[in-house]
Nanobody, 124 residues
Framework: QVQLVEIGGGLVQAGGSLRLSCAAS????????MGWFRQPPGKEREFVAA????????YYTDSVKGRFTISRDNAKNTVHLQMNTLEPEDTALYYC?????????????????WGQGTQVTVSS
């Protein structure tokens, strides 16, 4: 059983920064990518960013390009999401997930394992 634990969420003022971290452990599943999704209040879950576990190639949704940076630590089975210049529109429950594919892992159906989520709230 693969377990994912997200940390780093919280309350921040607009323009501020937060760094999310996600550590994976257990199970026999070998991930090809890890990513972040978010679900704003009253809205559907949406893709945020992902990183290939072997190549390090990154993917971002347009709304976070230039502000968010995803990175990986292979030795620690950990992925990070550095979020800068946060906006109220970034307020959401953020989920870490493990993907079974490595090419353009932006579809939530390609992610069989998910964390519990961590809340990010950005005040105006």
């Amino acid at each position: 059983q693969v377990q994912l634990v997200e940390i780093g969420g919280g309350l921040v003022q607009a323009g501020g920064s937060l760094r999310l971290s996600c550590a994976a452990s257990g199970g026999t599943f070998s991930s090809r990518a890890m990513g972040w999704f978010r679900q704003p209040p009253g809205k559907e879950r949406e893709f945020v960013a992902a990183v290939s576990w072997t190549s390090g190639r990154t993917y971002y949704t347009d709304s976070v390009k230039g502000r968010f940076t995803i990175s990986r630590d292979n030795a620690k089975n950990t992925v990070h999401l550095q979020m800068n210049t946060l906006e109220p529109e970034d307020t959401a429950l953020y989920y870490c997930a493990v993907s079974k594919i490595g090419g353009r892992p932006i579809d939530p159906d390609d992610y069989p394992y998910w964390g519990q989520g961590t809340q990010v709230t950005v005040s105006s």
